[in-house]
């Protein structure tokens, strides 16, 4: 019940053209239709997992091809890959392939048997470390080849993609057997050689680079040392001869240039631009998928199939809106659609070469921003001014063709968040070439596209920073192949693997819809800091180190990661609901250990708590990577850079809510419990380094950080209702209504705007309890949970018990300030007023009644943080005997505070708590 997905993401789809070619659906797979898989329909297809493509046509834009393009901009393990797909269908790159493993037939004569290779698997001894080798070489899940025997052994004569329409029910099963559940093939390692030819045709009018560009580059290079020599289209025989290539000529996958590409990359030779970059950057519904799905900002978008109607497209993108052909380029197929007419005209004609289309919202600017970015940095800057009289940078006519100005700037002086966001949108695609297209628009830096083998012409791209921009390019190159020779590749290092495995737990999921109560998920705030415990801006780099990419959300099975609203905090939540806590508190530390790995690297480490001890929030950054609009919103309609925004880290605990009746119940249920939960939860004693008179001083500031909308966050404890239309009118309505009264606001207008101390998520089907501060490590975060989730059905259980708001109001207060010394009315809990302890001893009684046996460990663990105290409490009685002594306060805090970090990276309780020991 976290902000992603609830479908499993170990799942493994099997994608078919033809849905008749399998309907079962049984075990870890599940067969569904390349067109349901597109257009994200069944359940899972966005998120992670493995997709095994078995569609009857690869071919060029094809559904088949479509399936496995759109998986890897997914960030889903896909078999075959693009370039597989593309390798099978050259019967030249086979050849060599098998030629470089020692398996070619050659002449070899004899009769020829076919062998059919399921996922890596053969059903005759024989042949498995044959089909093994194959299917390492080309790994795709049907595989025939035409095997003869020689005296030197096995030898492949010829070796092509299988279909599934023609397996057997039996080759079916074994087929899917083999994927129960493996991850996909990674991508093999290329060894690096040593120096740089350049493919350049001089009859190319779209030639990337100009001769005298070329010649700037044999220049730079002849002064540092390297030989460079340009290659014509006909001197593929020669690539070998060098040690790393570089593309001055189009790009694409039926252009000449590809061939040179592949005969490099197939060497080992360092490319520029690579296979995997030129097959990904010509397609644009791929670029979509995967910078939407990476959070970069780009302008608003749709992908269609036919049959999307232009007034459908107006009302989403507005009018005019804009149609782009997935691989035309030099801003071919790409149309501003004004009436339904035009869209009709144009939408045939596309839909002739492609079942899907990129569709955006018209943004006209006086210029688009080009960023030359290389390695993950920026090589160069521009401004590409609009061609005379015309919305795009060129302008065809009968009197030919008008290109606008280009303006060349100084890297050092290019707006600093454009540079920024082509960067992490170049990073997505690899560590090559790229040129990034953005605008600058009055909401924001957008990406319109990310293309490989960009332009860099003598006086055009280069007139600003000069040769400079050579120097880098050649050091690029220098460079790997520097690593090469060492022995090192560009790739992560190599403890990234097991990193970024899966976690997850044993035994099937329960089903969607879940009953109320059935499954939890957690989310946990964490700040990094480094050795001394200053808080550390290094989310972005922890979600790069654990995703392999730039990204603002990694996927790593039951748990996850993303970013938060300042740069030093990190989320870390389950990516679906489990069934019990103790796999929830499994998979979770796993994951806090991981990032405990990656972060030592560095000399940081997660601290945990609701509040840093002395952060000075004045110096925090907002993030920026994505998300800027919303941040941007907040920031401009709120005080951000204070404690109650930016210090400030929270458990949630999200339920399914079940049906209506239960949803609300459990609603009623959760305001009955909600004022009293920072008795047992506080742990934010302080902040500026100084003991606060509140004990959950988090909540202290939440209640007043919204408070200019104050329909968003009410007095935090939720409001009774009696049915979910009640919700949607009495609290939505009236804070989407004061949405709208301010200025430019409408981002706000969703349900994750309602700050109250528990709140309906409609789009996950779940509620979400918010007002519990981090605990020191993730087991006492669920001993929390477990207090919360058997608790709230305690008490929905019992008779409806009408309470008056301004009571639970005045108790939540009295505990948020008083924390477990707090004298509580609590009629429905205690007849006559009392302790807040005694009120929730009444509800942990009732929670013990009905937990399950695994789950009450935890419980017993809230027994004792209500008769010695909360984090909070425990926190503030060490230190308080050093809050005198400014010098001692200071030493005692670090003291105190780095224990607790080694408590969560050790996932133990602190000792401090008094009643257990490490």
Same mark, same amino acid.
Not at 39 to 44: H, I, K, R
Not at 383 to 393: E, F, L, N, S, T
Not at 573 to 596: F, G, H, N
């Given at each position: 019940?976290?902000?992603?997905?609830?479908?499993?993401?170990?799942?493994?789809?099997?994608?078919?053209? +033809?849905?008749?070619?399998?309907?079962?659906?049984?075990?870890?797979?599940?067969?569904?239709?390349?067109?349901?898989?597109?257009?994200?329909?069944?359940?899972?297809?966005?998120?992670?997992?493995?997709?095994?493509?078995?569609?009857?046509?690869?071919?060029?834009?094809?559904?088949?091809?479509?399936?496995?393009?759109?998986?890897?901009?997914?960030?889903?393990?896909?078999?075959?890959?693009?370039?597989?797909?593309?390798?099978?269908?050259?019967?030249?790159?086979?050849?060599?392939?098998?030629?470089?493993?020692?398996?070619?037939?050659? +002449?070899?004569?004899?009769?020829?048997?076919?062998?059919?290779?399921?996922?890596? /698997?053969?059903?005759?001894?024989?042949?498995?470390?044959?089909?093994?080798?194959?299917?390492?070489?080309?790994?795709?899940?049907?595989?025939?080849?035409?095997?003869?025997?020689?005296?030197?052994?096995?030898?492949?004569?010829?070796?092509?993609?299988?279909?599934?329409?023609?397996?057997?029910?039996?080759?079916?099963?074994?087929?899917?057997?083999?994927?129960?559940?493996?991850?996909?093939?990674? !991508?093999? =390692?290329?060894?690096?050689?040593?120096?740089?030819?350049?493919?350049?045709?001089?009859?190319?009018?779209?030639? #990337?680079?100009?001769?005298?560009?070329?010649?700037?580059?044999?220049?730079?290079?002849?002064?540092?040392?390297?030989?460079?020599?340009?290659?014509?289209?006909?001197?593929? !025989?020669?690539?070998?001869?060098?040690?790393?290539?570089?593309?001055?000529?189009?790009?694409?996958?039926?252009?000449?240039?590809? !061939?040179?590409?592949?005969?490099?990359?197939?060497?080992?030779?360092?490319?520029?631009?690579?296979?995997?970059?030129?097959?990904?950057?010509?397609?644009?519904?791929?670029?979509?998928?995967?910078?939407?799905?990476?959070?970069?900002?780009?302008?608003?978008?749709?992908?269609?199939?036919?049959?999307?109607?232009?007034?459908?497209?107006?009302?989403?993108?507005?009018?005019?809106?804009?149609?782009?052909?997935?691989?035309?380029?030099?801003?071919?197929?790409?149309?501003?659609?004004?009436?339904?007419?035009?869209?009709?005209?144009?939408?045939?004609?596309?839909?002739?070469?492609?079942?899907?289309?990129?569709?955006?919202?018209?943004?006209?600017?006086?210029?688009?921003?080009?960023?030359?970015?290389?390695?993950?940095?920026?090589?160069?800057?521009?401004?590409?001014?609009?061609?005379?009289?015309?919305?795009?940078?060129?302008?065809?006519?009968?009197?030919?063709?008008?290109?606008?100005?280009?303006?060349?700037?100084?890297?050092?002086?290019?707006?600093?968040?454009?540079?920024?966001?082509?960067?992490?949108?170049?990073?997505?695609?690899?560590?090559?070439?790229?040129?990034?297209?953005?605008?600058? /628009?009055?909401?924001?830096?957008?990406?319109?596209?990310?293309?490989?083998?960009?332009?860099?012409?003598?006086?055009?791209?280069?007139?600003?920073?000069?040769?400079?921009?050579?120097?880098?390019?050649?050091?690029?190159?220098?460079?790997?192949?520097?690593?090469?020779?060492?022995?090192?590749?560009?790739?992560?290092?190599?403890?990234?693997? #097991?990193?970024?495995?899966?976690?997850?737990?044993?035994?099937?999921?329960? =089903?969607?819809?879940?009953?109320?109560?059935?499954?939890?998920?957690?989310?946990?705030?964490?700040?990094?800091?480094?050795?001394?415990?200053?808080?550390?801006?290094?989310?972005?780099?922890?979600?790069?180190?654990?995703?392999?990419?730039?990204?603002?959300?990694?996927?790593?099975?039951?748990?996850?990661? =993303?970013?938060?609203?300042?740069?030093?905090?990190?989320?870390?939540?389950?990516?679906?609901?489990?069934?019990?806590?103790?796999?929830?508190?499994?998979?979770?530390?796993?994951?806090?250990?991981?990032?405990?790995?990656?972060?030592?690297?560095?000399?940081?480490?997660?601290?945990? /708590?609701?509040?840093?001890?002395?952060?000075?929030?004045?110096?925090?950054?907002?993030? =920026?990577?994505?998300?800027?609009?919303?941040? /941007?919103?907040?920031?401009?309609?709120?005080?951000?850079?204070?404690?109650?925004?930016?210090?400030?880290?929270?458990?949630?605990?999200?339920?399914?809510?079940? @049906?209506?009746?239960?949803?609300?119940?459990?609603?009623?249920?959760?305001?009955?419990?909600?004022?009293?939960?920072?008795?047992?939860?506080?742990?934010?004693?302080?902040?500026?380094?100084?003991?606060?008179?509140?004990?959950?001083?988090?909540?202290?500031?939440?209640?007043?950080?919204?408070?200019?909308?104050?329909?968003?966050?009410?007095?935090?404890?939720?409001?009774?209702?009696? @049915?979910?239309?009640?919700?949607?009118?009495?609290?939505?309505?009236?804070?989407?209504?004061?949405?709208?009264?301010?200025?430019?606001?409408?981002?706000?207008?969703?349900?994750?705007?309602?700050?109250?101390?528990?709140?309906?998520?409609?789009?996950?089907?779940?509620?979400?309890?918010?007002?519990?501060?981090?605990?020191?490590?993730?087991?006492?975060?669920?001993?929390?949970?477990?207090?919360?989730?058997?608790?709230?059905?305690?008490?929905?259980?019992?008779?409806?018990?009408?309470?008056?708001?301004?009571?639970?109001?005045?108790?939540?207060?009295?505990?948020?300030?008083?924390?477990? !010394?707090?004298?509580?009315?609590?009629?429905?809990?205690?007849?006559?007023?009392?302790?807040?302890?005694?009120?929730?001893?009444?509800?942990?009684?009732?929670?013990?009644?009905?937990?399950?046996?695994?789950?009450?460990?935890?419980?017993?663990?809230?027994?004792?943080?209500?008769?010695?105290?909360?984090? @909070?409490?425990?926190?503030?009685?060490?230190?308080?005997?050093?809050?005198?002594?400014?010098?001692?306060?200071?030493?005692?805090?670090?003291?105190?505070?780095?224990?607790?970090?080694?408590?969560?990276?050790?996932?133990?309780?602190?000792?401090?708590?008094?009643?257990?020991?490490?």
């Amino acid at each position: 019940m976290s902000s992603r997905s609830s479908a499993r993401p170990s799942r493994t789809w099997f994608v078919v053209s +033809d849905p008749a070619d399998d309907v079962s659906d049984d075990g870890p797979t599940a067969v569904l239709s390349a067109d349901a898989y597109l257009q994200g329909t069944a359940l899972g297809t966005l998120g992670g997992g493995q997709v095994v493509n078995v569609c009857r046509d690869h071919a060029y834009l094809s559904a088949g091809y479509y399936v496995s393009l759109i998986a890897d901009a997914r960030g889903q393990h896909v078999e075959p890959t693009i370039d597989t797909i593309v390798a099978l269908q050259d019967a030249v790159t086979v050849q060599r392939r098998l030629l470089e493993l020692g398996l070619a037939a050659g +002449d070899a004569s004899g009769e020829a048997h076919p062998v059919r290779i399921h996922g890596g /698997t053969v059903v005759e001894a024989r042949y498995r470390t044959l089909a093994r080798a194959l299917y390492r070489a080309f790994p795709h899940p049907l595989l025939e080849a035409e095997v003869v025997r020689t005296p030197r052994g096995l030898r492949v004569r010829a070796l092509r993609s299988g279909s599934y329409a023609d397996l057997d029910a039996s080759e079916r099963a074994r087929l899917r057997a083999a994927y129960g559940g493996r991850p996909g093939t990674p !991508a093999r =390692s290329q060894a690096v050689a040593y120096s740089l030819a350049v493919l350049h045709d001089p009859a190319d009018p779209h030639a #990337p680079s100009n001769r005298d560009a070329l010649h700037r580059l044999r220049k730079v290079a002849k002064r540092m040392g390297v030989a460079v020599e340009v290659l014509g289209l006909d001197d593929i !025989a020669r690539v070998a001869d060098h040690d790393a290539l570089f593309v001055r000529t189009l790009t694409g996958v039926d252009e000449p240039s590809f !061939a040179f590409v592949q005969r490099a990359a197939s060497l080992g030779m360092p490319v520029v631009d690579d296979p995997h970059s030129i097959l990904r950057c010509c397609n644009k519904v791929y670029l979509h998928e995967l910078l939407r799905r990476a959070g970069v900002p780009t302008p608003p978008t749709r992908v269609v199939a036919p049959g999307v109607g232009f007034d459908e497209l107006a009302e989403a993108l507005g009018v005019p809106f804009v149609v782009k052909q997935p691989d035309g380029s030099f801003s071919s197929g790409v149309k501003k659609i004004e009436t339904a007419e035009a869209w009709t005209h144009w939408s045939e004609a596309y839909f002739a070469h492609s079942p899907l289309l990129v569709v955006q919202a018209f943004m006209p600017t006086a210029f688009d921003w080009r960023i030359g970015v290389l390695g993950g940095r920026p090589l160069f800057a521009a401004r590409y001014h609009m061609a005379a009289g015309h919305w795009q940078i060129v302008a065809g006519s009968g009197r030919g063709v008008r290109y606008g100005r280009v303006e060349a700037v100084p890297r050092s002086r290019a707006d600093a968040e454009v540079v920024a966001v082509a960067c992490t949108a170049a990073g997505i695609l690899g560590d090559g070439l790229y040129g990034v297209d953005l605008k600058d /628009t009055p909401d924001g830096v957008v990406v319109i596209e990310v293309n490989d083998n960009p332009n860099l012409d003598f006086g055009q791209e280069d007139a600003a920073d000069g040769e400079v921009i050579y120097e880098d390019l050649l050091r690029y190159f220098g460079e790997r192949v520097d690593r090469a020779n060492r022995g090192v590749t560009a790739a992560p290092p190599a403890d990234r693997g #097991p990193l970024r495995a899966p976690i997850d737990v044993p035994g099937p999921s329960p =089903s969607v819809p879940y009953r109320a109560y059935e499954v939890v998920g957690i989310e946990l705030e964490y700040p990094i800091v480094d050795d001394r415990l200053e808080p550390l801006g290094a989310v972005a780099e922890v979600l790069r180190d654990l995703a392999g990419r730039p990204t603002s959300d990694v996927d790593l099975g039951a748990v996850g990661m =993303s970013n938060e609203i300042v740069d030093h905090v990190l989320e870390l939540k389950t990516t679906r609901p489990l069934a019990r806590l103790v796999d929830s508190e499994l998979v979770l530390a796993e994951l806090v250990r991981r990032v405990a790995v990656v972060l030592s690297e560095r000399g940081a480490r997660l601290l945990p /708590t609701a509040m840093h001890p002395w952060l000075d929030p004045t110096r925090t950054r907002l993030w =920026s990577r994505s998300g800027r609009r919303i941040y /941007t919103t907040y920031e401009r309609l709120f005080d951000v850079r204070t404690h109650g925004w930016a210090n400030v880290q929270a458990m949630h605990v999200n339920l399914p809510v079940g @049906s209506d009746a239960d949803a609300v119940a459990m609603m009623n249920a959760a305001r009955l419990l909600v004022p009293y939960l920072p008795a047992i939860a506080a742990s934010s004693p302080m902040y500026d380094g100084k003991l606060m008179p509140a004990v959950d001083n988090r909540l202290a500031w939440i209640v007043e950080h919204q408070a200019r909308i104050p329909e968003s966050c009410g007095d935090i404890v939720p409001e009774p209702i009696g @049915s979910l239309q009640d919700y949607r009118q009495q609290v939505l309505a009236p804070m989407y209504a004061a949405v709208d009264r301010l200025p430019d606001a409408g981002l706000l207008r969703r349900e994750y705007f309602n700050a109250r101390g528990a709140v309906f998520k409609f789009s996950r089907h779940s509620m979400e309890v918010r007002v519990l501060d981090t605990q020191e490590c993730v087991h006492m975060d669920h001993a929390i949970a477990a207090f919360v989730r058997h608790g709230l059905r305690w008490l929905a259980s019992r008779p409806a018990v009408a309470v008056p708001q301004a009571l639970l109001v005045e108790d939540f207060r009295a505990v948020v300030a008083q924390g477990s !010394a707090a004298e509580v009315h609590a009629p429905h809990l205690l007849a006559g007023g009392g302790s807040v302890r005694e009120a929730l001893q009444t509800v942990l009684d009732g929670a013990m009644g009905i937990a399950p046996a695994d789950e009450r460990p935890y419980l017993d663990r809230v027994g004792q943080i209500l008769r010695e105290g909360s984090l @909070s409490e425990r926190i503030a009685a060490a230190l308080r005997p050093a809050a005198g002594d400014p010098q001692a306060m200071g030493r005692a805090t670090r003291r105190v505070y780095d224990e607790l970090a080694v408590c969560l990276a050790e996932n133990r309780p602190w000792a401090g708590r008094a009643v257990w020991s490490a």
